[in-house]
């Protein structure tokens, strides 16, 4: 090696090194807390950390029954009849519904249909919709089973 290429190479690696280490003992001496554990640390880890935690709700909280369902997300517009939802145990206004058949019926929930959005809101599974449905549809005179969870 040259005497130039060694000087090269001492500066690439050495310099470096000397400068992490001057940043480190001034780190140190102007935070003498830092072995500690104090307000600020807990201020600068707030502020730091990652956007968007992941919670996992869905696998942790138990699949509802279909009146629970029913409760938790269709009884806001069916249980009074708003914005023209059929409303519960009304078998008149069930009866031409329950005609098309529980897979009609289902698609409709899936898909929206008139005011009802698109899995009637989206916080259900497809299971508790399904249990949801069938609760909503049998007190307006059908007769599906509840669904088992697959
Ligand atoms: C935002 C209000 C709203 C919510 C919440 C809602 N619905 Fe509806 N639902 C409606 C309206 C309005 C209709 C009538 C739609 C039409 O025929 O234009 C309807 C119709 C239906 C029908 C009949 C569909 C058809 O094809 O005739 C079923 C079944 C149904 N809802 C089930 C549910 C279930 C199950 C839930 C809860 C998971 C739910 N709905 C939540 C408003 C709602």
């Given at each position: 090696?040259s005497?130039q290429?060694?000087?090269t190479a ?5 310099a ?5 280490a001057a ?5 140190a ?24 935690s992941v919670?996992l709700?869905?696998?942790?909280r ?7 369902a ?7 517009c ?16 069930w ?11 289902l ?6 249909k008139?005011?009802?959005?698109a899995?009637?809101?989206g916080?259900l ?5 399904e249990?949801a ?5 049998n007190?307006?005179g059908a007769k599906?089973p ?5």
């Amino acid at each position: 090696m040259s005497n130039q290429s060694l000087k090269t190479a001492v500066f690439a690696f050495g310099a470096p090194l000397v400068l992490a280490a001057a940043l480190v003992s001034n780190f140190a001496v102007a935070n003498p807390s830092k072995a500690g554990y104090d307000n600020s640390d807990l201020a600068t880890a707030i502020r730091i950390q990652k956007v968007g935690s992941v919670a996992l709700q869905g696998g942790a909280r138990k699949v509802r029954d279909g009146a629970e369902a029913y409760t938790a997300q269709c009884a806001a517009c069916h249980a009074g009849g708003l914005v023209g939802a059929p409303k519960f145990g009304d078998t008149a206004a069930w009866a031409p519904r329950i005609g098309q058949g529980f897979a009609a019926l289902l698609k409709s929930v899936m898909g929206g249909k008139g005011a009802m959005g698109a899995q009637a809101g989206g916080a259900l599974s497809d299971l508790e919709i399904e249990r949801a449905l069938v609760h909503l549809a049998n007190a307006g005179g059908a007769k599906f089973p509840e669904p088992a969870a697959k």
